[in-house]
C-alpha cells in the first residue's frame, strides 16, 4: 500500500529529473530554433506541421513559454495557420501538463506547489471558466505552474481547458503576427505586433483587477499587475 500510495510522485519526480537533464545536457536545445525549424518544418508540408505542433505540445508542457511557440509558428507558416497551430500546439501541452499532474502527481505537486495550488483553486473555484480566461488573458504569471497547479486541484478539467483555450488567443496572435514580421522583414508589422502585445497585457490587467472580486493569484501577480495598469 505505501508503495502504491508512493509511486504516482516518484513517476512525477523523476519524469522532472529527466525533463531537467534533457534540457541540461543539450537534448533539446535544437528543438524550436529557428534552424531546426527551417530545417525540419517549414516546407514540409503536413508532416512538418504535425512535427511541429506534436514538439511544441510537448515542450510547453514542461514549461517551454508558449510566446516562444506562437513566435515561431507565425514564422513558419505565417499569421493565420501559425496562430491556429501554436494554439494547438500550446491547448495540448496545457492538457497534457494538467492531467499529468492530476493522474499522477497529486501528492507531489501539492506538497511543492501548496500555496499557489490553494490560490488558484480559491481563484478558480466560482466562476471557473470565466475566470481561468482572465488568468490566462494576464500579461503575468507562470503558465507551466498554472496548469500544475489547477491539475491537482478540484477545478474542473473542461471549463478550466476551454478558458485556457480561449485565453490563450490574444497573445498567440500576437506572437505569431510577430514571428511573420520577422520572417517577411516586415517592421511595421513587428510594431503592431508590439502595439498589440502592450494593448492585451492591459486589458489583462485591468480585467484582473476588475473582476477578481477579492481574490487575488498573490502579492508578486498583484505587483506586476498593477505595474502594467500604471503604465
Known amino acids: 500500500m505505501k508503495l502504491r500510495t508512493l509511486l504516482p510522485g516518484l513517476v512525477l519526480l523523476a519524469t522532472l529529473v529527466a525533463v531537467g537533464y534533457a534540457i541540461d545536457s543539450g537534448l533539446l536545445g535544437n528543438m524550436l530554433s529557428q534552424d531546426w525549424i527551417d530545417r525540419e518544418v517549414r516546407d ?33 507558416f505565417g499569421v493565420s495557420l501559425g496562430t491556429a497551430l501554436a494554439l494547438l500546439a500550446t491547448e495540448l501541452g496545457c492538457v497534457l501538463t494538467f492531467y499529468y499532474a492530476r493522474i ?18 480559491e481563484f478558480l473555484a466560482a466562476n471557473p471558466f470565466s ?6 488573458l494576464l500579461p503575468v504569471g507562470n503558465n507551466f505552474a498554472t496548469s500544475l497547479a489547477a491539475g491537482v486541484s478540484r477545478v474542473p478539467a473542461r471549463p478550466f481547458l ?9 497573445q498567440t496572435l500576437v506572437f505569431a503576427l510577430a ?6 522583414g516586415s517592421a511595421p508589422q513587428i510594431a503592431v505586433a508590439a ?3 502592450v494593448a ?3 486589458i489583462g490587467a485591468w480585467m484582473y483587477l476588475r ?15 498593477d505595474a502594467n495598469t500604471e503604465t
Open 44 to 76: 514540409q508540408g503536413i508532416p512538418g506541421e504535425l512535427l511541429y505542433v506534436v514538439v511544441s505540445a510537448v515542450l510547453t508542457a514542461i514549461a517551454v513559454p508558449r510566446h516562444l511557440v506562437s513566435f515561431l509558428g507565425g514564422y513558419a
Open 104 to 121: 499522477v502527481g497529486r501528492q507531489l505537486v501539492s506538497a511543492h506547489l501548496g500555496e499557489r495550488v490553494r490560490r488558484i483553486e
Open 131 to 136: 475566470m481561468t480566461l482572465l488568468v490566462r
Open 162 to 170: 476551454l478558458g485556457s483555450l480561449l485565453g490563450y488567443l490574444p
Open 179 to 184: 514571428g511573420s514580421g520577422v520572417d517577411l
Open 195 to 197: 502595439l498589440l502585445l
Open 200 to 202: 492585451s497585457g492591459m
Open 211 to 225: 473582476y477578481r472580486h477579492g481574490k487575488s493569484l498573490g502579492q508578486e501577480v498583484d505587483g506586476e499587475v
